[in-house]
């Protein structure tokens, strides 16, 4: 059975860190982009992190959304089949559930619809 299973969120104090984890079961993680989006209250999901499959003609290659740069690091472990969203120095902006996907043929890393798997979504709340 496939699945992304995503953990690691709670509630931080702005400034604060959290790890995010996303879990892959029944097929390998790696040979497919992997996406970290985000969604707020009233907001449209967003995109924040991504990277390119590391097993096939693409070679790993990360990017981040403006908002993530600089304080967002993504990373791929593929001995456990997960893929990790670090984040530090968050903000109350950062507020969102975070869910993670992936696609084995992704042109926009930003089109959700291009995603085959998703996860059920972690929530991450930033507040003094």
């Keep these: ?23 892959a079961s029944g ?3 790696d040979y497919y982009t992997i996406g970290w989006f985000r969604q ?20 790993g290659r990360i990017y981040y959304a403006d908002a993530a740069k600089g304080r967002f690091t993504i990373s791929r472990d593929n001995a456990k089949n997960t893929v990790y ?12 559930v975070y869910y993670c996907a992936a696609g084995r043929v992704i042109v926009a890393l930003t089109s959700s619809g291009e995603y085959d798997y998703w996860g059920q979504g972690t929530q991450v709340t930033v507040s003094s």
């Design 1 to 23: 059975q496939v699945q992304l299973v995503e953990s690691g969120g709670g509630l931080v104090q702005p400034g604060g860190s959290l790890r995010l984890s996303c879990a």
């Design 27 to 29: 097929f390998a993680s």
């Design 40 to 59: 707020a209250p009233g907001k449209v999901r967003e995109g924040v992190s991504f990277m390119r499959s590391s097993n096939r003609s693409s070679d």
């Design 85 to 96: 969203l670090q984040m530090n120095s968050l903000k109350p902006e950062d507020t969102a």
